[in-house]
């Protein structure tokens, strides 16, 4: 005559906080009855609002260093126009600034009283005088600059 008393198995419901009898009939009836489906709602409503949260903040974030990133990019270049020789310490390579050149055929022009004069800028030739910028000319007639370094593009 040897019985021993041993308890039933509880599950604990994450939802309602609440324990139950661990066996089907009772968790079922759990789990469809009002409180808990409400309790449910609430939970994923939660999580719902705090990812549109979590992710309001990941674009702000993402905005601000775009805009810092700008900013930097910004005062890089206008330290390298101020100073070229620290672009050697960005490592990037300096702009080599010529004056520009006029085209033989508006020099003839000037003696011309009443005349309007139309200079010619010439371009440098190699990529290297010009570091990593490339002039080109879209099929409208636009002039655009490619960036062969950052793959972007200027329009002028």
Not at 122 to 142: H, L, M, V
Request: a negative charge; glycine letters at 4%.
């Amino acid at each position: 005559m040897s019985e021993f008393w041993k308890s039933q198995p509880r599950h604990f419901c994450e939802f309602c906080k609440c324990w139950i009898a661990d066996n089907k009939p009772s968790r079922d009836f759990h789990e469809k009855g009002k409180r808990h489906k409400e309790n449910v709602e609430r939970r994923i409503k939660e999580v719902r609002e705090k990812s549109e949260e979590h992710w309001k903040v990941q674009q702000e974030n993402k905005d601000f260093l775009q805009q810092m990133e700008a900013a930097a990019l910004k005062a890089a270049a206008k330290d390298i126009a101020s100073d070229p020789s620290l672009a050697s310490q960005y490592g990037i390579k300096a702009p080599v600034h010529r004056p520009p050149s006029v085209n033989i055929d508006t020099v003839s022009s000037w003696a011309v009283p009443g005349k309007k004069v139309e200079e010619k800028v010439s371009q440098p030739e190699r990529e290297e005088d010009i570091g990593p910028w490339i002039e080109s000319t879209s099929p409208e007639g636009y002039t655009y600059y490619y960036n062969t370094v950052t793959e972007g593009r200027e329009t002028v």
